[in-house]
């Protein structure tokens, strides 16, 4: 048992580290590395005495507990095999897969099935092990759906909250699961269930009457009999960013200089389009160099020199899928630089390279349009950080329907990135949009941003959950 026992514990996959080398004695050395959510938690954890468990990111190795900026990290160790199995397999080659509508195809295997239940049970017992008596325990995203249950049978005394970060997929494309009853019923051990999206809140609300047999009444799901009866609320949360931190960030006069450096790298382009991405079929990137192709050939652009960034931040290398996704965009960008290109002049700057937070200030300063055009996004973050960055108001936003942002984003230019011809469409209406017009836009967009930050997205989760559960709204979501 730990020494001391907290009264908020967060459950994620990563823990919000990196490993930077190791100590004399040969133990992993860690330095936190924070991004949207630990930025949002680490206020909390600080007053409440908050907990993180989660894995560090390397195989066989897990260390002893320890504190970081306020915050005590809880290191769950994975073998190499359970990497292979929970993570690289059942996660992200099964659920991710499946829960963005099948875009890539998802692999059924038991034996990824057998280790993501035993690598949930882990973070379960962890997580058991560090609440204090009555704490709040918050579970992060898909790698963790059977958390929840699991928690909730050791220690039925604490008020557990799940937030899934990704897509929750139509009843038709949820039930392939071979195990989607158990996923579901897994979910259902939280109090509250926040999704990005209405619609995402509206499928999982559909898939309990369907998979688990719980009826449900509005937002609110009824789980047990008897005694054990309880009512589980679903509800929409949509996840934000350090908006304020971002604005302070773009404003520095050296990340406005370097922004300045950039265009004139870029060999001073009449436009900079920016693509800012894990590579990941998720994300549209195959598509928007299609779409950028065929701006070049068919003359669309007139005679302005347009060049398109592509950051494509590498991810889940050892995943088929995404190793073969690489190939593809990288042929892709060799052909279409080595048929559109001149000596001095290429048009799509690919880097497959992950930049410090100041270097993509300065690329989204640079940037006159920004594509955000995936496939299916849960939020996507990127469209929310280039609209925070633009305190000069300009530059434009494309954003994908399919997108989670695309329900607050209104002032964005939307397309469906399928619709070739649309998007293309899309991308001309940006480059030719009047300087009022894009003024008008980012000020409306960066207002939202600036209103719905992460920490309010983490206040409302909360209160609601401490609340017993009275989010947003109660449309009914209709009956089984
Ligand atoms: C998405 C998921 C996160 C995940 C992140 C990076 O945003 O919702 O849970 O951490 O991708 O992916 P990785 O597999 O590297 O953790």
Sequence with gaps: MPSQLYDFVVVANRLPVDKVGTTDDGEPLYETSPGGLVTALAPVMRSQHGAWVGWAGAPDEAGDAFDSDGMHLV??????????????GMANGTLWPLFHDVIAAPEYHRHWWDAYAKVNRRFAEAAAAQAAEGATVWVQDYQLLLVPMMLREQRPDLRIGFFNHIPFPGYEIFSQLPW????????????????????????????????????????????????????VHAAPFPISIDAR???????????????????TELGDPDAILLGVDRLDYTKGIRHRLSTFKELLEDGALGDKRVVLVQVASPSRERVKAYADLRDEVELIVGRLNGDHGTVGWQPVHYLHQSFPRDEMAALYLAADAMLVTALRDGMNLVAKEYVAARHDDDGVLVLSEFAGAADELHQAVLVNPHDIDGTKGAIVEALGMPKAERRRRMRA???????HDVERWARDFLGALQDGAHAHDEEPAGQA
């Design 180 to 231: 989607r009853k158990r996923v579901v019923e897994g979910v259902l051990g939280a109090d509250l269930v926040g999704f990005q999206r209405r619609s995402d809140a509206t499928n999982f609300l559909r898939a309990c009457r369907r998979a688990a047999g719980a009826t449900t009444r509005g937002s609110h799901v009824h789980v047990g009999h008897g005694e054990g009866r309880r009512t």
């Design 75 to 88: 290191p769950v160790e994975l073998s190499a095999q359970e990497i292979e199995d929970y993570y690289e």
């Design 245 to 263: 931190g971002f604005e302070a960030l773009a404003s520095d006069p050296a990340v406005i200089e370097r922004a300045a450096q950039v265009r």
């Design 445 to 451: 967009l960066r207002r939202r941003v600036r209103e």
